[in-house]
């Protein structure tokens, strides 16, 4: 497999085995159509669509990587952790994950309570309409429930006025730990990658303490062109990058056609000046 900096490659986005509308096959055929020649899926907290996204993925000729999105608690935010690469059959991974899901349903269930204090009802069986995976119900479904019951007239305005901080659907909630997401990536032979950075609300020194305890724990790659990045963080975390010596990942975070902004490998080619995680991935690319 050809290694070099500048390759379509989208190592993120989501099928419906955890947020997003499309099957992991679809998705593959869409990516393929786009340009796209190494592709991973990344369902939140799931690995339960990768042999189907392998296969699809060779069916459309582009090479695969095992991927997943890690959710973990640093700092009292929630961060991302992409895995790349791994060995998706783990046992330590595998269980790592199911942790990390577990405390989905219970969530939601409180999510609904705090809407129905503020007159929307039935949330939790609105949201589940939506929801493929039942171990993977996320706010992504709330939202989606309440642009279809008009309370709302898009997901992002859901998120804006009901399901972040300080808003009535809002529940905190303890993810995994930052060292262990790491650790189950990095013991299965994948690399572990610092999700869209620009997106946390950090301080300056939380950011830097953020890639520091990364960097500690085994952490080597970050993304640095992403669906969530203004192209001025491209800037910032491509020297983020190599402050940190960092390699550098691309993906779309792309959930779905209607309310996507970035489609499957539609993104800039990562600057020159980096190194790709594919560079650091060679032996773990599966090829069609
Ligand atoms: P959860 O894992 O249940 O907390 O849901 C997180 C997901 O919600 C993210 O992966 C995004 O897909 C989605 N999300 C978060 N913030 C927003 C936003 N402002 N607008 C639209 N979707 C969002
Ligand atoms: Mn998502
Ligand atoms: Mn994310
Ligand atoms: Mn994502």
């Given at each position: 497999?050809?290694?070099?900096?500048y390759?379509?490659?989208?190592?993120h986005?989501?099928?419906?085995?955890?947020?997003?509308?499309?099957?992991?096959?679809?998705?593959?055929?869409?990516?393929a159509?786009?340009?796209?020649?190494?592709?991973?899926?990344?369902?939140?907290d799931?690995?339960?669509g990768?042999?189907?996204?392998?296969?699809?993925?060779?069916?459309?000729?582009?090479?695969?990587?095992?991927?997943?999105?890690?959710?973990?608690?640093?700092?009292?935010?929630t961060?991302?952790?992409?895995?790349?690469?791994?060995?998706?059959?783990?046992?330590?991974?595998?269980?790592?994950?199911?942790?990390t899901?577990?405390?989905?349903?219970?969530?939601?269930q409180q999510?609904?309570?705090?809407?129905?204090?503020?007159?929307?009802?039935?949330?939790?069986?609105?949201?589940?309409?939506y929801?493929s995976?039942?171990?993977?119900?996320?706010?992504?479904?709330?939202?989606?429930f309440?642009?279809?019951?008009?309370?709302?007239?898009?997901?992002?305005?859901?998120?804006?006025?009901?399901?972040?901080?300080g808003?009535?659907?809002?529940?905190?909630?303890?993810?995994?730990?930052?060292g262990?997401?790491?650790?189950?990536i990095?013991s299965?032979?994948?690399i572990?990658?610092?999700?869209?950075?620009?997106?946390?609300?950090?301080?300056?020194?939380?950011?830097?303490?953020?890639?520091?305890?990364?960097?500690?724990?085994?952490?080597?790659?970050?993304?640095?062109?992403?669906?969530?990045?203004?192209?001025?963080?491209?800037?910032?975390?491509?020297?983020?990058?190599?402050e940190?010596?960092?390699?550098a990942?691309?993906?779309?975070?792309?959930?779905?056609?209607?309310?996507?902004?970035?489609?499957?490998?539609?993104?800039?080619?990562?600057?020159?000046?980096?190194?790709?995680?594919?560079?650091?991935?060679?032996?773990?690319?599966q090829?069609?």
């Open positions: 497999m050809n290694t070099k900096t390759l379509n490659a989208d190592l986005c989501h099928s419906v085995v955890s947020d997003g509308t499309m099957q992991p096959e679809d998705l593959a055929e869409r990516a159509k786009n340009g796209v020649e190494l592709w991973a899926l990344t369902d939140h799931e690995i339960g990768q042999a189907r996204a392998a296969h699809a993925a060779h069916a459309n000729g582009m090479a695969y990587l095992t991927g997943t999105e890690i959710s973990v608690t640093f700092a009292k935010e961060v991302h952790i992409v895995g790349l690469g791994f060995d998706a059959e783990d046992p330590a991974m595998v269980a790592g994950l199911a942790a899901r577990g405390g989905r349903g219970e969530r939601a999510i609904s309570d705090g809407l129905a204090q503020v007159g929307i009802k039935n949330a939790y069986e609105g949201a589940l309409k929801v995976n039942p171990d993977l119900i996320s706010r992504t479904h709330f939202a989606r309440l642009v279809e019951s008009g309370v709302c007239s898009s997901t992002h305005e859901v998120f804006r006025n009901y399901l972040v901080e808003k009535p659907g809002f529940v905190p909630h303890l993810w995994a730990n930052l262990d997401a790491v650790r189950w990095t299965a032979k994948g572990a990658v610092i999700a869209h950075p620009g997106r946390y609300k950090f301080t300056a020194n939380e950011e830097y303490a953020l890639f520091s305890e990364f960097k500690t724990h085994g952490g080597r790659a970050v993304e640095v062109v992403t669906g969530s990045h203004t192209v001025a963080e491209y800037v910032k975390y491509a020297d983020m990058a190599q940190f010596d960092l390699a990942s691309r993906g779309s975070d792309f959930h779905c056609p209607q309310e996507s902004h970035t489609d499957l490998g539609s993104l800039p080619y990562l600057p020159g000046k980096l190194t790709p995680v594919w560079e650091l991935l060679t032996e773990r690319i090829t069609p």
